[in-house]
Nanobody, 119 residues
Framework: QVQLVESGGGLVQPGGSLRLSCASS????????????MGWYRQAPGKQRELVAS???????NYSDHVKGRFTISRDNAKSTVYLQMSSLTPEDTAVYYC?????????WGQGTRVTVSS
């Protein structure tokens, strides 16, 4: 069974930082984790889910203009985990953050972790 589990969300003040983690489980999935692309998406209330950042199997990264320079995506293939380091957070970053794995026809999502930026 493939499972992606996000963690690290919570309440943070504007200007603060958080690090999200997405760990994969399942012995079969761990063997293919390193060859897939990973992404972080977010969905704010009343809005569509949007891509925040992605990282390929080779480590190439891509960021949305909204987070470029503030967020950093990274992956640890040995731990089958992807991270999203978020800094200089603003209320506009408030959303549920989801991680995604994609390789060929395989497309898996985590259940999401909520990030609230508020004073």
């Amino acid at each position: 069974q493939v499972q992606l589990v996000e963690s690290g969300g919570g309440l943070v003040q504007p200007g603060g930082s958080l690090r999200l983690s997405c760990a994969s489980s399942g012995s079969i999935f761990r063997t293919i984790f390193s060859i897939g692309a990973m992404g972080w998406y977010r969905q704010a209330p009343g809005k569509q889910r949007e891509l925040v950042a992605s990282i390929t199997s080779g480590g190439n990264t891509n960021y949305s203009d909204h987070v470029k320079g503030r967020f950093t995506i990274s992956r640890d293939n040995a731990k089958s985990t992807v991270y999203l380091q978020m800094s200089s957070l603003t209320p506009e970053d408030t959303a549920v953050y989801y991680c995604n794995y994609r390789f060929g026809p395989s497309d898996y999502w985590g259940q999401g972790t909520r990030v609230t930026v508020s004073s």
